[in-house]
């Protein structure tokens, strides 16, 4: 499984953490979000070759009222 670490902005409790994982589990391709209060990061795994497209993964977190760096 390969993956894609996102710098996350504005979180500040499990909610946060929850809608970020939410959102980028929406996200196609996506199989499998990790999202760290502490590190201020999400972790995004995909298969194969083929990776989500990171502007889609910013688009959803921006969507879910965070910034993703």
Do not use: W
Request: net charge neutral.
């Amino acid at each position: 499984m390969n993956k894609i670490v996102l710098k996350i902005e504005g979180m500040g409790c499990e909610m946060c953490v929850n809608k970020v994982t939410a959102a980028l589990a929406q996200v196609e391709l996506v199989a499998e979000v990790k999202v760290s209060l502490e590190n201020a990061s999400a972790e995004v795994f995909y298969y194969g070759e083929k990776a989500p497209n990171k502007a889609d993964l910013k688009a959803a977190v921006e969507k879910a009222g965070f910034k993703a760096v």
